[in-house]
């Protein structure tokens, strides 16, 4: 073998400093700071391995077992053994994990299950929802008679009468329920009546406490959805991308197509391998007490904020996501997170319901606890944390308090180290 192919198939990221150097700095920054950011989480030194092993190199298309591409007898095991975990975890009688994104799976669902033009009934964005459920600026927008409900002035949480009003009038052909903002659980018993009420499919999206769903600490969609879709990172804590879950034969063949070739083509292996290591994780005892920590933590972290001032949209939190208002301290939420970031605390600027101001300096800040309970944070770690937050929001133009809490955090993380060599 010549010194070159020797370096090619033996030299690692050092043969790239440029690359390199910016991995190194995302390592340091993970390290060093708090993830706040409820689309984020930390993976284990297994699903790391999973990403990172040879089924990179390997391309398939169509099911495990009836594939377009020899040799994959090793790629249909690894598939194989996602979709049981998956259907295992969720109690589904089937299960698709191969859409490389919670927005693919929602699209490859739309796709195979309607036909463009027809009626979608989904939650709004500016009250919670999440883009892939019909926004204007993407394809499921484009494509689909979107009409949208909202959450109510009073109590700021989804009212089933509301939904089932606009159904009669509308008539959709689908509703979806799940957000990327929305703090509460959902009463899918209600919003599956309405559906069936009018002869709409159902469809609900957990993305945001799918963990919760797996271990029996949220209401399960099922029986009353007939499609659950789901990221696989956030509150699953696994690799990046998505998953669809059903338990009606007829809609298997309309679902799968829907996904390849509907929305994607071949199947990223090495993502597949990642999700099926991280379900393998969340079929553990440990996973519960995973779980049952996450909401113990954003419980502390809300009500401590809200003794600190701050005003948690719809009162509170069933999840691990939280929205906050932070109208009451005359800040918006681009000036609130650049300050935060800073004191290397990585939160998300989010509107909030009925937002006056515009989404580039909207009203609220998203927050979530997961990835702080995955690194070991407990109750009082949170509510060093909430501290932390007020007092950079009270002063977020004070060089000083901003760097003072950045070393108090750097400190907290040192106790806490990811990813020990």
């Not at 989480?41 to 990403?51: H, I, K, M, Y």
């Not at 703090?183 to 406490?209: P, Y």
């Not at 301290?329 to 006056?356: C, M, R, S, W, Y």
Request: glycine content about 10%.
């Amino acid at each position: 073998m010549t010194d070159r192919l020797i370096r090619y198939f033996s030299e690692g990221l050092a043969g790239d400093p440029e690359l390199a150097a910016a991995v190194a700095g995302e390592a340091r920054r993970q390290d060093e700071g708090i993830e706040l950011i409820a689309s984020e989480n930390l993976v284990s030194r297994r699903v790391l391995e999973a990403q990172g092993s040879v089924l990179t190199n390997k391309t398939v298309e169509g099911l495990p077992y009836k594939r377009y591409y020899g040799g994959a007898q090793f790629a249909d095991a690894v598939e194989a053994l996602a979709v049981d975990r998956a259907k295992r975890l969720f109690g589904a009688a089937f299960a698709n994990v191969q859409p490389h994104s919670g927005s693919n799976a929602n699209a490859g669902v739309f796709l195979g299950l309607l036909k463009l033009g027809d009626t979608i009934l989904s939650m709004d964005t500016a009250a919670g929802g999440h883009i892939s459920h019909g926004h204007p600026a993407t394809l499921t927008g484009r494509d689909y008679d979107m009409m949208r409900y909202g959450v109510s002035r009073e109590t700021e949480r989804i009212e089933p009468e509301e939904v089932r009003a606009l159904a009669l009038r509308h008539r959709p052909k689908l509703i979806v329920a799940g957000g990327s903002a929305y703090s509460r659980a959902i009463d899918f018993a209600a919003l599956g009546a309405v559906a069936k009420e009018v002869g709409a499919l159902f469809l609900v999206d957990m993305a945001h406490f799918a963990g919760l769903v797996a271990t029996g600490l949220h209401p399960h969609p099922f029986p009353h959805a007939d499609v659950v879709t789901t990221t696989t990172y956030k509150s699953l804590r696994g690799a990046r991308g998505g998953l669809v879950l059903w338990n009606d034969p007829a809609l298997s063949d309309r679902i799968n197509y829907g996904i390849f070739p509907g929305v994607q083509g071949s199947v990223m292996m090495h993502i597949v391998a990642g999700k099926a290591a991280s379900l393998g994780e969340a079929l553990e005892p440990d996973f519960r007490a995973y779980n049952e920590a996450v909401l113990a933590n954003a419980r502390v972290l809300a009500e401590t904020l809200a003794e600190a001032g701050l005003r948690l949209v719809s009162g509170g939190t069933d999840t691990g996501l939280m929205l906050v208002d932070l109208s009451p301290l005359g800040i918006t939420g681009d000036v609130a997170a650049k300050a935060l970031e800073t004191a290397h605390l990585a939160v998300n600027k989010n509107q909030i319901p009925f937002d006056t101001r515009p989404p580039e300096a909207p009203s609220g800040l998203r927050l979530s606890s997961n990835a702080g309970t995955a690194r070991g944070f407990g109750p009082a770690e949170f509510a060093t944390i909430a501290g932390w937050i007020a007092r950079i929001l009270r002063a977020p133009d004070d060089a000083a308090v901003v760097d003072a809490v950045g070393r108090e955090v750097k400190a907290l993380c040192a106790a806490f180290p990811i990813y020990r060599s």
